[in-house]
């Protein structure tokens, strides 16, 4: 083999290296992300708040939940800072570790009965470092896998989106073969911890792939042509704050939405009489299914453009969002199986799929992590008091109707149709352009030298 012929073909390889540790990253993150918030729902009021109502000790596990959506705005700024000055592969070695660290931990917490009230806010503690973790990993992914991409960035970028649900598949798989396992007595005093404790095997395989990604050819390109950049974050703020505004209030709706629709809807059904096997094992087909539907939904935003495919995505989550909560409300389990599949993986996939490839092309090279990982991370929060905000006006209100929900969650999906109208399309847009930063520097006129 010529050497113009190896170096040709190792494009190609990177590219599928940088979508595979994307996407196996994605699946850790979003592995312990989830796990944590389906034991919340499930586990940690009877295991870290058990001298609380059980209502109340749902609302302040859910409050830990939140904890950690709260840090990962914090996490996006640290990462983004660092993957926009030294490279977006170092500060993914970075996430995954700490991620997979504090799970391990968590897993290995005591619980009030043993240590009293140091074990609720230890596990607060690890799940804010949790946030922190996510808060880098989502955006690096997507950047990594889009700035390897020669076309086709909706595909390729959608496999990051994709580890969101098929990290939720994973946990909930392995929390249903230990629930199936044991008894309940087994499963609270034990059982919740192995899935946990799990992390440390999927952390070696992810580092293993990751150490074998090179760093993207774009940023390697745009550090030597661009003058230092001290704080990227300064130069979003000041000149791309417009698309930080519009693509924030995309990604609310999308947090909101799959905060309902991976959290708060095992709480919501579990309490209307659905056991737990049968929410989770609906929950684990849905989440498998929505993974094939953001590829699917990613591949079309290459042909069809990113906001047609997400506009269509959000007018169904306004329309569903009244049809979710009676659906379930009614205690069958065949509206269930239907309406959890709709809502997660033909409706709600047609925002998320395009998503990844949508925000990195608002960003320019030198400052795109950052860009990328504050904006989709501040909606995190919404998406964090999601179930804590619903599990509350369940309570307020008696659980005498769920309207209220719907109307919550049917706003923010028209707010982000309407920030999805005002985006450019950038399906074809280079993303070797050069940021506003830079063209702004080349602007200044040089007047050290005489006119011509």
Known sequence: MSASSTQAGRPNRQLGLAVFSGFFGSVLEFYDFFLYATASALVFNQVFFPELDPVVG????????????????????????????????????????????????????????????????????????????????????????????????????????????????????????????????QFLAWGWRIPFLFSVVLLAGGLIIRSKVHETPIFLAAVKEAPKRRFPLGDVLRYEWRPLLLVLGVSIAGSVCSAVLTTFVLAFATGHGFERQTVLNVLLL????????????????????????????????????????????????????????????????????????????????????????????????FGGLTPLVFASVLQANGGSTTLPLSIIMSVTCVVALFCLLALKETSQKSLSDSSPAVEHSAAVPDTTQAPA
């Open 58 to 185: 749902t609302i302040a596990s859910f409050g830990t939940l939140a904890a950690g959506y709260f840090a990962r705005p914090l996490g996006g700024i640290i990462f983004g800072h660092f993957g926009d000055k030294l490279g977006r592969k170092r500060m993914l070695v970075w996430t995954m570790s700490l991620m997979a660290g504090a799970s391990i931990v968590i897993g290995l917490l005591p619980g009030a009965a043993q240590i009293g009230v140091a074990a609720p806010l230890l596990l607060t503690f690890f799940r804010v470092v949790q946030g922190i973790a996510l808060g880098g990993e989502w955006a690096g992914s997507a950047l990594i896998s889009a700035e390897h991409a020669t076309s086709r960035r909706g595909l390729w970028a959608s496999f990051t989106q994709a580890g969101a649900p098929s990290g939720s598949v994973l946990s909930t798989a392995m929390l249903a073969l230990v629930s199936a396992l044991t008894t309940q007595e």
């Open 286 to 381: 849905s989440s498998f299914i929505t993974a094939l539907f953001m590829l699917f939904y990613g591949s079309l935003s290459d042909r069809f453009g990113r906001r047609p495919v997400m506009i269509a995505g959000t007018i169904g989550l306004i329309i569903m969002s009244f049809v979710l909560f009676p659906a379930i409300g009614s205690g069958s389990v065949l509206a269930l199986a239907i309406v959890l599949p709709v809502n997660q993986a033909v409706v709600h996939a047609a925002l998320a799929g395009p998503q990844p490839a949508m925000v990195t092309e608002q960003f320019s090279t030198v400052s795109r992590f950052t860009g990328a990982s504050v904006s989709y991370q501040l909606a995190g929060i």
